[in-house]
């Protein structure tokens, strides 16, 4: 040790090789390509015409809103007897799509916020889309609690806004919290999608041939420069953002939960509700992710940039999510066996589980009136994502995608199973029912599919989809210590 | 009028030449310059010598008067303007105040970090001589650019040019006002 110290000093330079072919870690962005390439491609997609599929698609989608609208007038202008709500299933669809579609938008926070807390380099690729996933999804759940309060023309009483009566919202309930939740959770989420955009519009401003694109895109750029100035800036901004949303996102669906779990009854009054329904919504929230990347990175050929490797860590996490899903549910059935309550207990056997094949029959008791939606959420949501253990299905782009859809399906019967059945048979059975949507729930359902494709279309049409500037920064190109970026001696290999 | 054009502008062509450059004309003492490049480069602010951004101070300031937004706007609505007894329960209570106060301060905290990045960056700016140059469209697209204002006081045109070429830049050019 001693002659250690006395060494002289010497220039160290530390050349790690290479991993062992197989080991390789997949690039990020495949190909090879400089980071021009990536402006080009991105940018290309919202320049020039869009594709024939694009028309169809924006077509059908404008088609299915105008039919949500539709409805929307036809409730407003009858009332809400036109819904299958009735006693004693007085949250019928509505709540049933408020709390599917804000649980969607969940995916677009956890990949924008909390995985780049965690410097997952690969949220890159589809944050962007993701995040815009987010802002039309929390659009189209928020139309929901809106219209289903009856009289839309009083919704703003739901905001302390002052008003003719002098009275103010009640604080002490969940739905006035919900309020606040939601409506905080869009405008956090559409900023953090449009500071992260900011520079993506310069770019399209410098690309811009026409005056009128570069006025847009300017307008919105606000003058960005990419100066390393504006960077430090900026990028502090993005971590603190970042930091806020995903306390933001853990909450906003909590709060959701706590609408339920707040009340008394069986089915709802549970504790397990917040954290089982935030993995809930990150679940169905992938699985929309994956609906709509799988195809798009064909269409738009952008297999380069929204590489198999990223559909299949997409799928890992949607296997974790879905099986922390699946252990909720497990100890749903174990809590109302194991906590004695008879009216949990009966919900559980006699109201959602008993089939009238198997498990009705064995215990001698009648089948549940809606025993198909507890298993269809069953199959969908613990059995599915159990696919994505193997490889060889992950990297399927067409098993992918009828798997994410089935994600979809299972977490909109879940809130169906949570929202119906526990509604319509409560603690004494003159006061059961049976809830069947009518064709103005059916309607207002799948248009809001429109709304929420015509947006997310429209992005694709004016928007570069993938953050180019994000994406440029995680090539080996963008990276002053590596040989691609310049660096005459590399601390890692080649 | 001043006949003096606004800046010097040099391109580089990759990340590492530009980190070297902006290291050294710290070096030299130079005051008003910057780089200007597609996306943030790791290790740009220590070379450039920037200190840690005050977007924080921004946002808490932001979060806290939600905070206080929100507890004070309930305690005020449900205990003071409008007081009404729900199920035998306090006036005001904090854990019930609390998801809306906590969404508040969420909300400001976020708009703090936001407009405090924009003030801080002076955007939105309308008009700046750079975007009018044709070759600096290139740094959003794959160019990295040095930029050394003409009222620098260490500038003068000869040298400032000199060292520019020397550091590596691939084109010199002079951006007017």
């Known amino acids: 040790m001693a002659d250690a110290s006395q060494t002289p000093m010497t220039t160290q330079v530390l050349v790690v090789s290479a991993p062992p072919a197989g080991l390789e870690r997949e690039p990020l962005v495949a190909g090879g390509h400089g980071i021009g390439w990536l402006s080009d491609t991105i940018a290309g997609v919202a320049e020039g015409a869009m594709p024939a599929w694009w028309k169809y698609c924006f077509a059908i989608s404008v088609t299915m809103m105008t039919v949500c609208f539709g409805c929307i007038l036809y409730l407003m202008s009858t009332g809400v007897g036109v819904w299958g709500v009735t006693h004693p299933v007085m949250w019928g669809f509505a709540i049933v799509n408020f709390v599917w579609w804000?649980?969607?938008?969940?995916?677009?926070?956890?990949?924008?916020?909390?995985?780049?807390?965690?410097?997952?380099?690969?949220?890159?690729?589809?944050?962007?889309?993701?995040?815009?996933?987010?802002?039309?999804?929390?659009?189209?759940?928020?139309?929901?609690?809106?219209?289903?309060?009856?009289?839309?023309w009083y919704g703003w009483w739901l905001f302390p806004i002052p008003n003719s009566n002098g009275i103010w919202p009640q604080f002490r309930s969940p739905l006035m919290w919900d309020v606040f939740a939601v409506s905080t959770y869009f405008t956090v989420s559409l900023l953090f999608w449009y500071m992260g955009l900011i520079p993506d519009l310069a770019v399209m401003r410098d690309r811009a041939k026409t005056k009128a694109r570069k006025f847009g895109y300017g307008l919105f750029a606000m003058g960005w420069t990419g100066s390393n100035r504006h960077w430090s800036n900026y990028e502090k901004a993005y971590l603190i953002l970042a930091g806020l949303s995903t306390v933001l996102v853990l909450s906003v669906h909590s709060i959701v939960s706590l609408d339920f779990s707040v009340s008394q009854l069986p089915g709802w009054h549970t504790t397990i509700f917040a954290p089982y329904f935030v993995a809930g919504a990150v679940y169905s929230g992938f699985g929309m992710v994956l609906t709509l990347l799988v195809p798009l990175r064909r269409l738009l050929k952008l297999e380069q940039i929204i590489t198999v490797r990223h559909v299949e860590l997409m799928c890992k996490v949607t296997l974790l999510t879905g099986s922390i899903v699946g252990y909720?549910?497990?100890?749903?059935?174990?809590?109302?066996?194991?906590?004695?309550?008879?009216?949990?207990?009966?919900?559980?056997?006699?109201?959602?589980?008993?089939?009238p094949f198997i498990i009705g029959p064995l215990c001698g008791i009648k089948p549940a009136p809606y025993w198909w939606a507890q298993w269809m959420m069953i199959i969908c949501n613990v059995v599915v994502p159990q696919f994505f253990w193997f490889k060889k299905i992950r990297r399927n782009m067409i098993l992918v995608f009828i798997l994410s859809i089935l994600v979809n399906v299972g977490m909109w019967?879940?809130?169906?199973?949570?929202?119906?059945?526990?509604?319509?048979?409560?603690?004494?059975?003159?006061?059961?029912?049976?809830?069947?949507?009518?064709?103005?729930?059916?309607?207002?359902?799948?248009?809001?599919?429109?709304?929420?494709?015509?947006?997310?279309?429209?992005?694709?049409?004016?928007?570069?989809?993938?953050?180019?500037?994000?994406?440029?920064?995680?090539?080996?190109q963008a990276d002053p210590h590596h040989p691609l970026g310049g660096a005459k001696i590399g601390g890692r290999h080649p | 009028m001043n006949e003096r054009p606004y800046a010097i502008l040099a391109e580089f062509e990759n990340p590492a030449a530009i980190l070297r450059a902006a290291d050294k004309v710290r070096g030299e003492g130079f005051r008003q310059w910057d780089v200007f490049t597609p996306f943030p480069i790791h290790g740009m602010d220590r070379a450039?010598?920037?200190?840690?951004?005050?977007?924080?101070?921004?946002?808490?300031?932001?979060?806290?008067?939600?905070?206080?937004?929100?507890?004070?706007?309930?305690w005020f609505m449900n205990t003071l303007d409008y007081p009404i007894v729900i199920g035998g329960k306090p006036m005001f209570s904090p854990f019930s105040a609390f998801p809306p106060s906590y969404e508040l301060t969420i909300l400001f905290g976020a708009f703090g970090a936001l407009l405090g990045m924009l003030f801080l960056n002076r955007l939105p700016q309308l008009h700046h001589p750079l975007l009018k140059n044709r070759r600096f469209a290139l740094a959003s697209h794959d160019r990295f650019f040095l930029v050394i204002e003409t009222n620098d006081p260490k500038y003068s045109e000869a040298p400032t040019r000199k060292l520019l070429e020397m550091l590596g830049s691939t084109h010199v050019e002079f951006v007017e006002e």
């Open chain 1, 102 to 152: 804000i649980g969607i938008g969940h995916a677009g926070t956890l990949i924008s916020a909390i995985l780049f807390l965690l410097r997952q380099k690969w949220r890159t690729s589809i944050n962007r889309a993701a995040e815009a996933m987010t802002i039309f999804a929390v659009m189209c759940a928020g139309i929901f609690p809106l219209i289903h309060i009856g009289r839309i």
């Open chain 1, 413 to 476: 019967f879940e809130r169906f199973v949570i929202v119906i059945i526990s509604l319509h048979r409560d603690f004494l059975p003159s006061n059961w029912g049976y809830y069947s949507p009518t064709w103005v729930d059916i309607l207002q359902f799948l248009g809001t599919f429109g709304l929420f494709f015509t947006f997310f279309l429209l992005f694709l049409r004016f928007v570069p989809l993938i953050a180019i500037a994000e994406v440029k920064g995680v090539t080996p």
């Open chain 2, 48 to 74: 450039m010598g920037i200190r840690n951004s005050k977007v924080g101070w921004f946002s808490f300031i932001g979060g806290v008067t939600g905070y206080a937004t929100g507890m004070l706007m309930i």
């Open chain 1, 328 to 355: 909720a549910y497990l100890m749903e059935f174990f809590i109302a066996w194991y906590g004695g309550n008879p009216y949990e207990r009966f919900l559980f056997l006699q109201n959602r589980l008993a089939d």
